[in-house]
């Protein structure tokens, strides 16, 4: 199987996952990225039998709005009991690294106020240890080379640590729905992600970033070429 056919798979895996909430009046979290986009098409025949969605990115309120799929303002929402998104990585324990699309702060924020999250995901996302994949670091602007700074403090445990700003294919910057930048820490090897997000969350002028420990999934579907997996978190996160 393809990758795409992978993701296809565990897309409609996840249609599993929000069944028992269909026609209770609920609101689900919808995701962001190729998978979420996968998932978002699988739940169009089912629109009528939710009550809304949250969107974690304009691309996602987009497209579940061509579908016909109600996008709801999080402040109009009081409970979310499932929220269901892909990841860049994730490891045995439910952590993620997330914002490849630079939706991460919203993401977070989402996965914070959901019940459950249901990670959806191929098999090369999959990873022993957090890192290959550039861990993405939302920032105010006025902040960026201060921030840029900080995280290259990290050189003394990570020497492969490099920080880059993420720019556009033109050369202009990535500016995420929040009208902030993305810095891309490369070179990380993370033996603890609660620690390090923690420490991050301590720097000023960033926003948020793309690990995902101190709220990690609580299940994973993961596509292999034998089938779709389900992994579930040894001690549910809420």
Known sequence: MTQDEL??????????????????????????????DLFIDALAPFAREIAGTVASSERSAIRLKKHGIEVLDLNSVRDIPVYVD???????????????????????????????????????????KLGKFPLPVEVIPLARSYVARELMKLAKEHPLVEVNWRLKPDGSAFLTDNGCVILDVK??????????????????????????????????????????RTLVAAVPAK
């Not at 798979?9 to 609101?27: F, M, N």
């Open 86 to 128: 892909g990841a860049d990585e994730i490891d045995a324990g439910m952590h993620m690294i997330k914002g490849g699309g630079g939706a991460q702060t919203r993401e977070k924020i989402v996965a914070a106020v959901a019940d459950k999250f249901v990670c959806i995901a191929d098999e090369s996302k999959l990873v022993d």
């Open 187 to 228: 070179g990380l090897s993370i033996a603890d992600p609660v620690e390090l997000e923690g420490r991050l969350n301590q720097i000023p002028g960033i926003v948020t970033h793309g690990i995902f420990a101190r709220r990690p999934a609580d299940v994973l579907l993961l596509g292999t070429t034998k089938g779709v």
């Open 7 to 36: 993701k296809q798979a565990v897309a409609q895996a996840a249609i599993d996952s929000i069944k028992p909430y269909l026609g209770t009046g609920a609101v689900l979290g919808i995701g962001t990225g190729s998978t979420a």
